[in-house]
């Protein structure tokens, strides 16, 4: 059965840094694709970050030259380097797989990250 765990938030000052982990298992872990999203409250799901084998892809303009993703694959682990954070960006952060072109059909519980006003 294929896990995901999302982990590395937190409550975190305006313009600091934070390290998100997504563990990936039960799965051929070389082969998949991950993504990070956040949902802030009461708006959609928002994409930031996909790596596919070792390529990596940022999407959203916000996240542009702040956030990166990469992955290690011994530990099976998929990350999200935020830096600068801003008020606006206080969501729960998600990650989601993806195994011969195909995304998971659910999703896990997400870390948090609070950057308060």
């Known amino acids: 059965q294929v896990q995901r765990v999302e982990s590395g938030g937190g409550l975190v000052q305006t313009g600091g840094s934070l390290n998100l982990s997504c563990v990936v298992s039960?799965?051929?872990?070389?082969?998949?694709?991950v993504a990070w999203y956040r949902q802030a409250p009461g708006k959609q799901r928002e994409w930031l970050a996909t790596?596919?084998?070792?390529?990596?892809?940022n999407d959203a303009e916000s996240a542009e030259g702040r956030f990166t993703i990469s992955r290690d694959k011994a530990k099976k682990t998929v990350y999200l380097q935020m830096h600068s954070l801003k008020t606006e960006e206080t969501a729960v952060y998600y990650c989601?797989?993806?195994?011969?072109?195909?995304?998971?059909?659910?999703w896990g519980q997400g870390t948090q990250v609070t950057v308060p006003s």
């Open positions: 790596i596919i084998n070792d390529r990596r892809k």
């Open positions: 989601d797989y993806a195994y011969a072109n195909k995304w998971s059909t659910n």
């Open positions: 039960g799965i051929d872990f070389r082969v998949i694709t």
